[in-house]
């Protein structure tokens, strides 16, 4: 059985490279100075394939994001530019990154634990109150970090926490395709993300701050803890109009093995008014986080790994659905083109 080691401090283990300032590197290609190796995965903005850096053997892993627009290589360069003045070890790594044949390279390091959600699903993964609280604290580590640097990451959901290796208790935060840097001269909207995370101030098109990267994680600690996801309704729409409302319950069975203070650290952070949602800061000060080894949290959630479990499926569902979308619209945008 996995059980994730519930004691502080989390240790890191060296990382694969040292922190590197990273500059684009315009009509050089990156096949000279990379092999690109098998398909990892495939997102929103493009391909992962595993990749080695033919001078070190260094396996990392490279994002390929074509382009066709403008605004689209604008896209990944202001990723890259963000995810270049972040280092931190619960963030995953910019190593290199070339613009190449209307093709942006971004050159990652290689995360090879999974998903969060998948890890703690897995039979032999023993999930327990400690463990939740052990992975959250990491999680708002890493955000405090992202805020410190006037970054908001804007996209905080479980398919963007990894975890490093399959054994370890170590995270990763990814995907900064929807970040933006924070300035207080100008005022800040967004209309993109995840509805069942999104905070209600993004849902109303309203002014958006660090705070709004504290209500995923509420969301995101609710589901970890119970299994449930507290605004998801029957349609986009329908959630989005839970979240709006801002209205949980812990009335679950769910919740009956969860302590107090885990329920008050979510009730904190899912609160309708941003300013009034624990900072990061105040998060790892919360007595749920800065006593994970004290409070007794030790019994296994059965019930929530159980209904965890349906959440994963249903969500590998819709996944796999979108993409058979996806392609089919692509097959007929190529039919077209040809005729």
């Known amino acids: 059985m996995i059980k994730v080691d519930e004691n502080y401090p989390v240790h890191d283990i060296a990382p694969a490279f040292p922190y590197r300032n990273v500059q684009l590197k315009q009509e050089v290609d990156p096949r000279q100075q990379f092999d690109i190796l098998p398909e990892l995965g495939r997102g929103t903005f493009g391909t992962v394939f595993l990749c080695r850096e033919r001078n070190t053997n260094l396996q990392l892993a490279a994002k390929i994001v074509p382009y066709k627009k403008k605004k689209d290589r604008a896209d990944a360069i202001q990723e890259i530019d963000i995810m270049s003045c972040l280092h931190h070890p619960r963030l995953i790594q910019l190593y290199d990154a070339f613009d190449y044949e209307n093709k942006i390279y971004v050159i990652l390091e290689l995360v090879q634990g999974g998903e969060l959600f998948e890890r703690v699903i897995d039979d032999d993964f023993v999930l327990t109150e400690k463990a939740c609280a052990v992975f959250m604290r990491q999680i708002c580590e890493g955000m405090e970090y992202i805020h410190s640097q006037n970054i908001i990451h804007l996209d905080m959901k479980p398919e963007n926490i990894l975890c490093l290796t399959k054994t370890g208790n170590r995270i990763k935060i990814i995907d900064f395709g929807f970040a933006r840097r924070y300035?207080?001269?100008?005022?800040?909207?967004?209309?993109?993300?995840?509805?069942?995370?999104?905070?209600?101030?993004?849902?109303?098109?309203?002014?958006?701050?660090?705070?709004?990267?504290?209500?995923?994680?509420?969301?995101?600690?609710?589901?970890?803890?119970?299994?449930?996801?507290?605004?998801?309704?029957?349609?986009?729409?329908?959630?989005?109009?839970?979240?709006?409302?801002?209205?949980?319950?812990?009335?679950?069975?769910?919740?009956?093995?969860?302590?107090?203070?885990?329920?008050?650290?979510?009730?904190?952070?899912?609160?309708?008014?941003?300013?009034?949602?624990?900072?990061a800061k105040q998060a790892l000060q919360h007595k749920w986080l800065a006593e994970t080894t004290a409070h007794d949290g030790t019994t296994e959630l059965s019930i929530t790994k159980t209904k965890l479990k349906r959440y994963v499926i249903k969500k590998r569902w819709i996944k796999a659905v979108n993409a058979i979308i996806a392609l089919r619209r692509m097959g007929a945008q190529i039919d077209f083109d040809l005729i």
């Open 183 to 279: 300035d207080r001269n100008k005022k800040l909207q967004v209309m993109f993300g995840t509805a069942e995370f999104s905070a209600p101030e993004v849902l109303n098109f309203d002014e958006i701050y660090f705070y709004t990267d504290m209500w995923s994680l509420g969301v995101i600690c609710y589901v970890l803890l119970s299994g449930l996801s507290p605004f998801v309704g029957s349609s986009d729409m329908a959630t989005m109009n839970n979240v709006l409302a801002g209205q949980f319950s812990f009335k679950y069975s769910s919740f009956d093995a969860v302590s107090e203070d885990a329920k008050d650290f979510v009730r904190q952070l899912l609160v309708r008014d941003g300013t009034k949602r624990l900072t």
